[in-house]
Each structure stands twice: as structure tokens, then as C-alpha cells.
């Protein structure tokens, strides 16, 4: 069987899928792998476009129809969350009200945002790495970076107006739910469980030797500095990767209570939510 397979061109996906994608791993699928924005992968999820699939969290919760939530592979984490910048020295009289450049409207940085602004902004939906130099050219006052931008940001001249994540945090005492990887439902019981466990295996492997997948990482990131690429690795690439467990969980379902409450997501059964959001591995 051959699956349709999509992520983000970020080291931490690059890190997870490289021997997925290139070791054989499973003798009852193949996969057909292909790299874009998440922004571009959140719209193309709308479409249940890819068998399986790198998501915002945001734009998962709007697709719980057609997908669930593999158990590996997600991202999140403590103090690894988007961070509304400006430019260094500029002067802001509000935050309030403003045009804000957001890495894409299904992203959770815009979610995260409009919890803390209380929606009460206009954000700009722009390709995440580009923001820095629009709000360096001063075309914009403000913007949220995420990826490898929060390891540059300060050395490219922006400052920071809030750290989301630590909003996040302060508010809830849970790890933020960032990046969701999403399988669709209609697919066999048995192919769901064994890419599962095939990418966890991935990862693994990927730990056991970090320099096979090296250059595959290098050709993909859009920042080629090897120590933030390295670090970009290490934040987003933690216990929560290879298994969500039980405060990952509690936060993806937070999250998506938070997103209710301010009426951007529509509101379902929570208690059927909570039952079918996650796959379960059958031991």
C-alpha cells in the first residue's frame, strides 16, 4: 500500500521521518513524501489531501472529521512557543488593534495570539519566514515568528513583545501543543498502528545515529547555522515526540476547549472529542 505523506521542511520533522521515508522500514506500506509550509499543509488538510500528514494543532481541531492524532510525532514542550516581536527600539503605544503578521491564519501561533490579544487584532497571513525582514523594513509593527526564527530573532535586530508559550504556560501549567502529526481515519486499523510504530522507530533511529540524517536535515532547513538547526532539534524534539502522553494529551484537549470558548472552533460532544481525537495503539 502506498501512502501519501506530508511535513514541514523543519529539522524536527526532517530529524523524525528520514528513515521512514528512506530505510524500508515497513514491508506493508510505502510512503510518497513531499515538504511544504505548514501553512500550506494546514490548508491542504482541509482537503484531506495527504494520507498522513504534519499539521498546526489550530487547523487539526478543524479537521477531526477526516483525521486522528498519532500518538508520536507531535510537537510540544515547554518554553519552545511562537514570540510576537518588533523591532528593536521601536515605540508602540498598543499592541491593541494592530495589523499583525501571523505565520498563517490555521497556525497555533495565530490561535495562541488571539487568546492573549482576545481577538482583539487583524492579523496578516504571511509565510513564516518572511516576517523578520517585513517588520525590519518597517512594513509592519508587529509579528509572531516560530521555527528556527526564535533562535535569531535578537541577533537580527527584533526584540520581544511576549513569549505566547510562556502565556500559555502561565495560564495552564500544561506544555503548548504546537504541531500535530495526523493520520486519516478511513485508513485500515492495522496500516494506522504499523505507521505508528514505524515512526517511532524512525525516531529512534534517528537518535541512535543523528549524523545519517544529517544532510537531509541541512538541505531542507531554511537556516543553515549547523548549532541552531541543532538546537531547533533539541527543543522540538523531546519526550512528547515519541509518545504525547498524559499532560500532552490534556493540553491538546485544552487547547482546543480554549479555541471553543472564543468561538474559533466549533463546538462538538467533549466527551466524544476527547474519544476520538487520539489513535490508540492496541498492545
Keep these: 500500500m502506498q501512502l501519501s505523506l506530508a511535513y514541514s521542511p523543519c529539522p524536527n520533522d526532517t530529524f523524525l521521518f528520514y528513515h521512514l521515508v528512506h530505510s524500508n522500514l515497513s514491508s506493508n506500506f510505502q510512503v510518497k513524501e513531499e515538504l511544504h509550509d505548514v501553512e500550506h499543509l494546514n490548508q491542504k488538510a482541509v482537503q484531506a489531501f495527504y494520507d498522513v500528514t504534519k499539521l498546526s494543532f489550530f487547523a487539526f481541531f478543524h479537521v477531526l472529521e477526516n483525521y486522528i492524532l498519532l500518538n508520536t510525532g507531535s510537537a510540544l514542550g515547554r518554553g519552545c512557543g511562537p514570540i510576537l516581536v518588533k523591532k528593536q527600539g ?19 501561533a495565530n490561535l495562541l495570539l488571539n487568546l492573549y490579544l482576545q481577538s482583539n487584532f487583524e492579523p496578516i497571513p504571511v509565510r513564516y519566514d518572511l516576517i523578520i525582514n517585513k517588520l525590519l523594513n518597517e512594513e509592519y509593527e508587529l509579528g509572531v515568528i516560530i521555527h528556527e ?135
Excluded at 500535530?180 to 481515519?185: L, N, W
Design 90 to 108: 521601536k515605540k508602540l503605544s498598543s499592541i491593541n488593534n494592530k495589523k499583525i503578521l501571523v505565520p498563517g491564519l490555521w497556525t497555533t
Design 149 to 283: 526564527e526564535r533562535f535569531t530573532y535578537e541577533k537580527r535586530g527584533l526584540e520581544k513583545v511576549q513569549d505566547l508559550g510562556e502565556f500559555w504556560e502561565e495560564k495552564t501549567s500544561l506544555p503548548i501543543p504546537l504541531g500535530a502529526i495526523a493520520i486519516k481515519r478511513n485508513l485500515p486499523e492495522e496500516i494506522k498502528a504499523e505507521f505508528e510504530l514505524t515512526l517511532r522507530k524512525s525516531l529512534d533511529m534517528a537518535y541512535a545515529n543523528p549524523k545519517i540524517p544529517h544532510d537531509y536535515i541541512i538541505k531542507h532547513s531554511q537556516e543553515k547555522d549547523l548549532q541552531v538547526v541543532q538546537n531547533h532539534i533539541d527543543l522540538y524534539v523531546n519526550q512528547y515526540t515519541r509518545e504525547i502522553g498524559e499532560d500532552g494529551k490534556q493540553a491538546v484537549i485544552r487547547l482546543l476547549q480554549e479555541a471553543q470558548e472564543v468561538g474559533l472552533v466549533r463546538r462538538t460532544d467533549s466527551n466524544s472529542i476527547v474519544r476520538h481525537i487520539f489513535f490508540s495503539l492496541k498492545k
